[in-house]
């Protein structure tokens, strides 16, 4: 046997234990279980920001903050959440699941992984140092411009500004790498006769996902570059009296910004599938279907980026490309929510948690949909723009069909990853608190979007007051709730009742064939798929 | 307030464009909860009905033939084609034509300029051409940290409201000063960023008098939540009234005439208290790094004018009239007389007691704006 | 499909070199900003940064090598590597696409718009929609920007002289490829040789180029959009040609060394892929930034 696995050039089990071995390591499972945990702790880091937020917006007036280190919370909220908590829980499961579910020995380049995941650490550090810097009195703490970073307001910003511009750097290239590493993986470790069209669903997820990455995520980089030079090299890229133009920086920012949002959800639209047929007992629907749906909507979310900003004024004729391009998102979607329920549909269905997750998702995540297309039509935007309306709305898609469907996926796969099963009552628990609480959070927040209050302030005026109060309970209520999460996770790895290799009784792939759990290296001999 | 005078939608509209917003939005809403809720239920239904625990056995798992499959999947994507592109794409584009149509018919136009953190008006044309004022929020910090009753218009009182004449199409110029702002009233539905340096356009046509408020919508720094837009639409009867009255009181404010010490330092506090109190505060303590305390300020105690009697680059009028990197450009925000007061006032108020130059005429800043 | 002729693919050992980079990126980026915000320390922790990455980069690669050399990669490696660079290259191109993107908008958007304002109401009372153009001048947050005299790089000069360098370089490098190939180490070591030459040559004529620029033409960083967009994508194409040069030496040493075979030269052919992207961007520089 020792001949003919992987590892044969190295002794087993001499693996560096403790620190080291996490330091070092080459391992797909140890790294993805390092992307797991950086995420978990980054949520509850961005999550305790924001409850800093909802707690001033208790009631109207001053209470706990000035404005400007509001300013600060919300953005660094918003970048640690989107790139610190759920870009990494997906390239965790990446890690964890791809070269299972492909029947792979490991990642195919080992040693870039751990450079992808050890960036995220420094990042992390540079995101929220200037917190500290300014309690010692350096710089005037984090960047205070929203993460999206706009001109002219981040060229008069302080050193928070520069921090953040290099925390997206080192982000971008570890996106990258990660990327690289996955594309790599899927079109070269894919066991024999796996064509592409009997990939995992969650595997295309990825790799348009790795696709998209590549090619936005350096045109950000390039953007916040122009900025960096502009406020402190002399450059005038983002200002009119130099010939350049502030909405510039809006263009490159989105046509990176919104196939980010793809970025988020496009691994989690490919093990959501996976997770119904399981628990349906039956094969997903329309595999195909889904497969080129996923497609179309990579291929769409590279040009609908200016429905970020119709109200910046664009010619009538943009104005019109940008939002039938943008309602045309839906169309690949609505395919999808129809194999999505028809999997479900005469299916022989159980409700665990990760089942509860999963429905709950659909039908939060079709929400945040719905209300997507309709922030699409650029008249209705113009009331909607940068109100509290669209901040229901991408919550509704962020945490809803990111973080709740990340914690589907955590459920589902945990006991394989563990080798131990969670506590069933109390995973329940957490998704009826966590699933209430939310819309308690966020439901309030339609309203008060629609009656007029914009977002980024730290105060409002008296008619939002009750809306607002709501809100902030609900979300304290969140965040308690999404401790018990945390407790489930630890009780489970700590022990509990054995997981069988196939722990679900309709799983369905390859990761269900190995141990729980797996062995250190997966697929000693490669599986051949008929 | 109750939930009774609680809005759930869109404020009442009181422009062509927001009564067409709303439809638009009543509409899309309306479809959209329709497909939620058949999506829904045909979803409940399978839940219920589907499940192990009730005997339910799968259905024999052989994959549809691929003719099915097409047909099935295309139902959806055809609903959701017609809704997109008929049925909410026809109003959409018509909409969109009458909002960015900001010239035809248009009977008057106005500029109005977004700066750190206050809205500047200027009619441009018609008999209240010259017209020209800023707007300030007038919710003191006693409001703000919950030592003063707040009152009913909290954070949405400005000191000079926009007035407007029922009925009249007015185009309006939008641009800013230093970073990005979007002028906004929700009633009106017409909402544009102001970007500095370039001009975009956008238009109102008030039919119903009243006052109408609303807030800067940019993220624009610190006083983001601090600038409200508040505009008085009234019959043109009453405009022209006002017309006339804004111009006598500006022609008066206007002339230069010398002042006492006592004069300028009362006015003075009144401009700093408006203008400046935000960013320096009220006692003259500022906000370091950032914002740097008036009192002990070396500006403010240093020369104003040098020998030759031009005044100093980076001194105390300098920084006033044109400002330098957050400190905004003051000269056409204020005029000779408000920039001599709060000058004088912050030599000699605020722990200040300036030796040189210690008070500032209205006739000097005048003859330094030459 | 790699081909499973043996299904062993090389896993290798952990190794601490990429989080120390880690560390070494944390300590350039923070130092760099210290720098440009006046703090202290700045100048060190840039310095520490940019030692333990260089440090690490040559470890890691050097570790890569030996491995190489050790015949741990099989054709199911070479696979990998060869997808991971394709991929990497896309990305930088990628990046360049922003700053193009940036140099199309300007030209074709923004100053037009800038001058396009009705009489009565433009701010800019005669800027002209013009190309090379250092924008309509104005109040920047308070700092004033007076439009700078300058004369823009015309294309016939340095910068024809430095497309034919890289073009050649283009050849030389293929020349070498082929002498690989056909197992001409003598011709293989002659045309790395020149063409790591022919990268240092231009490297020099762009550094005159810009002495040039700032000391006669009045053209720098700071001369608006055109002054911008000119010097980050020149600049940021001569980084990456300086970063193609080292890694050619690299390369050339290893092929005096008696490195690679006909059939095993991954690492040689990644580098001659980025040069020739290197060389492509340049192409793309020569039309639209200095020629069009
Ligand atoms: C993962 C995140 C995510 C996702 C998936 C989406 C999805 C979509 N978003 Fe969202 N969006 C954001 C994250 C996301 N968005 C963020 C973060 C912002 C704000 C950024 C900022 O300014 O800070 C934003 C802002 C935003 C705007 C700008 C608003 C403004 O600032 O003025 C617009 C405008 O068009 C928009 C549109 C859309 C559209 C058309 C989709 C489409 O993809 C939606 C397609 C889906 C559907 C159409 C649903 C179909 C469902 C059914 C047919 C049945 C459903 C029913 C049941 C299941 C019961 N989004
Ligand atoms: C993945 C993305 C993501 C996620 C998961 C979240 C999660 C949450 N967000 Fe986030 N949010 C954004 C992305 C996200 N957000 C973005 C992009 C913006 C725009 C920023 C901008 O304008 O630039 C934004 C802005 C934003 C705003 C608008 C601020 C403003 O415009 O003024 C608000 C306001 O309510 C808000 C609330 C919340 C809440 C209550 C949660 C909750 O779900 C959080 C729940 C989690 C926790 C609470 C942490 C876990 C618990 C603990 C740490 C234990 C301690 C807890 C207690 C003691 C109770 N968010
Ligand atoms: Cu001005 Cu926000
Ligand atoms: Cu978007």
Redesign the pocket.
Known sequence: MSTTTVANHEEHHDHPTGIMRWLTTTNHKDIGTMYLTFSLVMFLVGGSMILGIRAELFKPGLQLMNPDFFNQLIGVHALIMIFAALMPAATGFANWMIPLQIGAPDMALPRLNNWGFWLLPPSAILLTLPFTLAMFGIGDGALATG??FYPPLSVQGGIGVDFAIFAVHLLGISSVMGSINIIVTLFNMRAPGMTLMKMPMFAWGWLITAFLLVATIPVLAGAVTMLLTDRHFGTHFFDAAGGGDPIMFQHLFWFFGHPE??I??LPVWGFIPQILQTFSRKPMYGYKAQVYSLWAIGALAVVVWA??F?TAGMPVPALLYFMYS??A??LP??VL?FCWIKTMWKGSMTFETPMLFAVGW??LF?I???T??V??DVAA?AQ???SYF?VA??HY??FA??IMGIMAGVYYWLPKMTGNMYDEKLGKWHFWLTAISFNLTFIPQFFVGLAGMPRRIPDYALQFAEFNMISSIAAFALGLSQLLFVYVIIKCVKGGKKATDKVWEGAEGLEWTLSSPPPYHSFTEQPIIK | SAFADYSWNFPEPVTPMALDTLHVHNKFMLITMV??VV??AI?IYSIFAHRKNKGYKAVADKAPSTAVEIFWVLV?FVI?LLIDFVIMGIPAYHSVVMMEDTRDKATMVIKVTGSQWRWQYEYLDGDAQGIKFVSNLTTTADQQHNVADKGENYLLEVDNHLVLPVGEKVRILMTASDVLHNWWVPQFGSSRVAVPGFIRETWVQVDKAGTYRGQCKELCGKGHGYMPVVVDAVPMAEYKVWVAAKKAEIAKAGEIKEMTKEDLVAQGKAVYEKNCAVCHQVNGAGLPPAFPAMTGSKIALGPVFGADGKYLKDGHLDRLLNGKGVMPAWKSTLNDTEIAAVITYERQALGNAASVDPIIQPAQVQAARQ | MATHSENQYFVPHGSIYPSILSVGLLSLASGFIFNMNHLAFGQWMMYLGAAIIIAMTFKWMGTVITESLTGKYKAWEDKSFRVGMIVFICSEIAFFAAFFGALFYMRVLSVPDLAGFDADITPYKDFLSTWPSAGPGGVVLGTEYAVPKFTAMGPWGLPAINTALLLTSGATITWAHWALIKNKRTQLVLGMLTTVLLGIAFLICQGLEYHHAYTELGLTLGTGAYGATFFMLTGFHGFHVTLGTIMLIVILIRCMKGHFTPEHHFGFEGVAWYWHFVDVVWLGLFIFVYWL
Request: glycine fraction near 14%; charge should be negative; aromatic fraction near 16%.
């Open positions: 993460w999206t949002v793809y988020l959800l429905h970020h119709f943008t309602m998102i839906s979607l609505a929510f659909i039908i079709g945040g949909g719905l997507g297309l922030l699409a935007d909607y723009h940068n669209v709305h991408f898609t962020l069909g990111g | 497909i939620f999506v829904l979803m959806p959701l």
